[in-house]
């Protein structure tokens, strides 16, 4: 059986830009949508974090609005009929409208309603939320429903609005820094929080030359902590082992990892990747881009990876200086040529969750 599933097309909506092109092209040069906001969401501290511009969105809830747009851009590109009985959309997000508590039906069953509604999408939409690795657990159950045969394709949009109960939650923990954040950096500080949508669609068929392929995906739960991450990698690495047997090592071009600039995250993924034996490949994490966009995470750093892949380069990981971690990842500040047809998105989570997918380029 083909294992194999094509993806027919991608969207995007952040702060940094409404296409991916253009939001790629903010990411090469460097450029981020992050900054202090001194009383965002009415929280007892400042917030450093990647937001979007409230105004234009007046009058609409934000989270299902951002996911459309994204939605709207995979479908168009994709060039698929939505209303067919034999497509399936799988919503994911963290918290979703969780800002409107107390105020409307703020489960993610009843916002993926409203995206399916908007959407056209006749079949009962699918929730993943899964901390945050939401995204890209999303991901892998699309595949698995395509390879299920329930499906002929499949539309998985993720998606993160920040409110008061989020950032607040992060800064009980004091994971959030003050500064912008710098992934595997000696000096990090903590976190950047950001808002994003991203869409991919996926499919068995319309594969073509140049497209991408999602070859395998993974989802590990090393149990370790609430909050924090295996100290041994344990999760990540078993993730990393599961999916590793389905690429070439010769074609693997790059790790976009999770690197969310916390001292014990980074740590973590430079001991899996020691243990998987990918030291000698290039990483990116793309936290200093976006912020930590949590149910869009996965999404948009992977449509991020493919189109680095297609320029041949690795992105800039922004924010790094001086590695700060125990293992000598191949992590750069500027951007550096890549050699090779595929790479591996690494995300992690609280309560233990890690994810790997293989995406290579026909």
Avoid: W
């Avoid at 965002?40 to 450093?48: D, K, L, M, T, Y």
């Avoid at 996911?67 to 168009?76: S, Y």
């Avoid at 998105?345 to 890690?354: A, C, D, E, T």
């Amino acid at each position: 059986m083909i294992s194999n599933v094509n993806i027919l097309g991608c969207g995007v909506c952040t702060p940094l830009g409404n296409t991916a092109q253009e939001v790629f092209r903010a990411v090469r040069e460097g450029r981020s949508a992050l900054r202090l906001h001194p009383d965002a969401f009415g929280c007892a501290e400042p917030v450093f974090a990647s937001l979007f511009e409230r105004a234009p969105f007046e009058g609409k809830s934000l989270f299902p609005e951002i996911c459309v747009r994204a939605a709207v851009a995979a479908i168009a590109q994709a060039g698929i009929n939505v209303s067919s009985d034999r497509t399936a959309l799988v919503v994911c997000s963290v918290k979703g409208e969780i800002e409107l508590l107390g105020k409307a039906d703020v489960t993610l069953a009843a916002s993926a309603r409203k995206i399916a509604d908007a959407l056209g999408v006749t079949t009962p939409p699918l929730v993943v939320s899964n901390a945050c690795i939401s995204g890209l657990a999303g991901l892998v159950q699309g595949r698995r429903l395509l390879l299920s045969g329930l499906y002929d394709q499949v539309v998985v949009v993720g998606a993160e609005v920040q409110s008061r109960f989020i950032v607040s939650g992060f800064q009980s923990l004091k994971a959030l820094s003050d500064e912008a954040c710098k992934p595997f950096d000696i000096a990090r500080k903590g976190l950047n929080l950001g808002e994003a949508a991203a869409a991919m669609v996926l499919s068995q068929d319309g594969g073509k030359a140049g497209g991408f392929q999602i070859l395998e995906g993974a989802i590990r739960n090393d149990a370790n902590h609430i909050s924090g991450p295996s100290r041994t990698g344990e999760g990540s690495f078993n993730a990393l082992r599961y999916v590793l047997p389905a690429v070439d090592p010769q074609e693997l071009a790059f790790i976009s990892v999770h690197g969310t600039s916390t001292l014990y995250n980074d740590e973590m993924e430079s001991i899996a990747l020691d243990r998987a034996g990918l030291l000698d490949v290039p990483v990116c994490a793309l936290k200093g881009s976006f912020g930590h966009t949590m149910g869009a995470a996965g999404i948009l750093e992977s449509v991020m990876g493919m189109l680095a892949l297609q320029e041949g380069i690795v992105l800039p990981t922004r924010g790094f200086e001086r590695l700060g971690v125990s293992r000598p990842v191949k992590v750069s500040a500027t951007e550096v040529p890549a050699s090779g047809k595929a790479f591996i998105k690494l995300l992690s989570g609280f309560g233990g969750v890690n994810g790997a997918l293989v995406f290579r380029q026909s």
